[in-house]
């Protein structure tokens, strides 16, 4: 096939749109160089009616929104999934690995659960607390900037505790609590447990004149029109784009490879077009990979060439290892003092108001690293689903179960916004054996060969679920709620849900100072070649208990004003 | 307008006159779209996204008679009430016979179902259940509606019935009549400022001033944040 070259050599290639991308590409932008940004997906843009979900109503999809199109319901804002048509990936040895990917511009910004937590000191320093793992070479201090200017730029509501890692920053105002929150608050309190004022990226007030105010819908996960919630596209790459800086933005352009030339240097990536499923080239004085952690480390492990015929950087063999997700465990209840509730509207924002961080030593616990308790609830807007069993709890709350006929609608009325639920997102340890690599047999629909992945939980990830799930009972003994299902024992890894379900995936080209055992150095640059760096979430050394885009916007950004600095310098 | 009225009513007039025709001589009549929901396809979708459900819409999976027994099911299960209509009102039959193509494990269940209730009701009264009197119809239902109390020889009812009561109540509860019905206000533009005094006052709760007095000033939403050094909100 021949491959279609483009004419224009760009300053910067960024590969991916998402928190890594977008932010590296507003930066490099804005400093005055010529940057391109490849994604693998379409545009997206919420403000198009074309594109929008938020604001519809169940009966606007013909499956009322059911999840078996999309991996989250068809109005959530991802164009992927844990699984994908033409884009596999292979497990190794039995083991369990679910990879979600979406292709779209902003990529997975788009739904996540704007859930904005910086890291701690304590959580770059694992290894010296419990000598498990390894440090990062770089500390609190060094992100620290970065993280006050990602707070000011994006916005993220919150409040000071001067807790010791879970640090202050520039915090909106935090919204009300809701009534299952203020069960949730008194449960957690009688339990000795800390509540606090969530921290999302959810504009509750406003930080510039581009963006809107939050109008309380819950429905970031559906992507705001109104750009009052955090998403790569809507907040970084679409103004940088408006501001009239040189950003130049290819769709549907799945990158096979990064190009090398005689001299181990990086010229720029090859990649297929989806449309016309043609291979094409752009030539670049810098590579910047921003994939997402296992794109990035397949993209490197398939551009080998004589000089780097182990992948691209990866004289280390390091690409690719210590893959790590967070723990994630759940639990549901039902609260009997909420039943027949008077309605109004509490959709609130996209998320919970409430939440509670990590509070316990774990020299006193049977298991290391610690996990933060999320909650949910409420009256939600009904969806595909509703109403299944609706009459199941009259058994244990009295009342006939099954039958037919208006009592029905008494049922579902009773019940309805009393049911909440506890989730527990714990930090894993890295290990060396959980990994991607490249499956030797198998290609994609665009015959790229796939990631093959290897991934054990251990018993610290198990132990921790089982410990979600002990303090899932005691907050809601404390709020007088009763759970609902049975509590997973032993034999059902205590919940634990399968590596890749929480979508933190990390670790793959993990940052270092020893080129021996680790991939880029502290500012996300391949040991091996200078002009190529990596800025998802692949360079993390460890996950703490923390959702990874705050750390990911904030070392995107420390990174591309490293390579400002170094090009001014003219060492890349 | 009684139980079989409206049915019949929504079988030749609204639902589907396409249905009517397609069910008859499904190989020569391309079907015909007429319910509301079918014209919407304004929902964000991809291409891709789009072409399926382009698709599903121009097959037919229940015949006529099949859809004459869900809907009397449907209406058995929610009838109309005073304030709110039946579950054939909200669109639940035409919303049942898309999931059937959009999920084609409910398809065997489905249609075996009817032909378990049709043999039900053809033994005990020679009649197929959708042309049963109410209280013939009843008899059968009376028997599967109630989990943990059916007869062991009806079991495969029971199962039958459960299913088509959860898709019934999704159906409706997920229409614009089922979400007046349940309540729900939400899904527009508004401003959140806390639960209101009577509810809390109901559950004998109170937020607590401190927490509160750091939660936003919904009046200066509007005001660009600016903060100190120290990260003190200063707008």
Known sequence: MQIIESPETFDVIVVGSGAGGGMTSKILAESGLNVAVVEAGPMFDPKNDEHRTQLRWPWESPRRGASNVRAFGDFDSAYGGWE????????????????????????????????????????????????????WPIGY?????????????????????????????????????????????????????????????????????????????????????????????????????????????????????????????????????????????????????AASACSSARILLNSKSSLFSNGLGNGSGMIGRYVHDSTGASRSA?????????????????????????????????????????????????????????????????????????????????????????????????????YCEIDPEVVDEYGIPVLRFHYKWTDYERQQAKHMHETFEQIFEGMGAEPLGDKPGKDKDYGLLAPGRIIHEVGTTRMGDDASKSVVNKFQQLHEVNNVFVTDGGPFVSQADKNPTWTILALAWRTSEYIIDELKKQNI | MDRRESLKSLLVGSVAGGLVLNGCAPAEQPPQETDSAAQSTGYGRTPEEKERDEKLRSQQYFNHEELTTLAVLCDIILPAEADFGSATDAGVPEFIEFMAKDMPNHQLPLRGGIMWLN?????????????????????????????????????????????????????????????????????????????PQEVLDEHNLSYDPEWIARCVDQEKRNDIAEWDEEGNLLT
């Open chain 1, 84 to 135: 994908i048509d033409g884009e596999p990936y292979t497990r190794k040895d039995n083991t369990e690995f679910d990879w979600f990917r979406s292709r779209m511009l902003g990529g997975r910004t788009n739904h996540w659960g704007r859930i904005s937590l910086r890291f701690g000191p304590k959580d770059f320093k694992r290894k010296d607390i419990d000598g498990l793992g390894d440090n």
């Open chain 2, 119 to 195: 043999n039900q009701t053809n033994e005990r009264f020679n009649l197929d259940f959708s042309k049963c009197s109410d209280d013939q119809q009843l008899a059968v239902i009376d028997e599967i509606a109630y989990p943990g109390k059916t007869p062991e020889h009806l079991k495969h009812g029971e199962k039958f019935f459960s299913l088509m009561r959860n898709l019934t109540l999704t159906g409706y509860y997920t229409s614009e009549i089922g979400i007046k019905d349940l309540g729900y206000v939400g899904n527009q533009p508004n401003v959140w400022d806390g639960i």
């Open chain 1, 334 to 434: 039902i609260v009997p003092a909420m039943f027949n509730r008077k309605t109004y509207n509490e959709d609130g924002v996209g998320g919970m108001h409430v939440y509670t961080p990590w509070w316990l030593d774990n020299k006193k616990l049977d298991f290391p690293r610690g996990y933060h308790l999320e909650v949910w609830g409420g009256m939600g807007m009904p969806s595909y689903g509703f109403g299944f069993n609706a009459s199941d709890l009259n058994e244990k709350f009295g009342g006939t179960v099954g039958g037919y006929g208006s009592k029905l609608r008494e049922d579902v009325k009773k019940y309805y916004g009393s049911v909440m639920g506890i989730s527990g997102r714990g930090e894993s340890v890295p290990q060396y054996d959980n």
């Open chain 1, 141 to 289: 201090e060094d992100v620290a900037p970065y993280y006050d200017k990602v707070d000011k730029l994006i916005g993220v509501f919150g409040t000071k505790e001067n807790f010791d890692n879970e640090p202050n920053g520039y915090f909106l105002p935090p919204p009300k609590p809701r009534l299952h929150e203020l069960y949730f608050i008194q449960g957690a309190k009688k339990a000795k447990i800390p509540a606090i004022p969530s921290r999302l990226s959810i504009l509750t007030k406003r930080i510039n004149n581009e963006r809107g105010v939050c109008f309380y819908c819950r429905q970031c996960s559906r992507a705001c029109m109104a750009y009052a919630d955090f998403s790569a596209g809507t907040c970084l790459i679409l103004p940088t784009q408006r501001s009239g800086h040189s950003l130049k933005v290819f769709t549907n352009a799945m990158v096979r490879e990064v190009l090398t030339n005689d001299q181990g240097r990086a010229t720029g990536v090859s990649y297929i077009n989806r449309e016309d499923r043609k291979e094409y080239s752009i030539k670049g004085k810098i590579v910047v990979l």
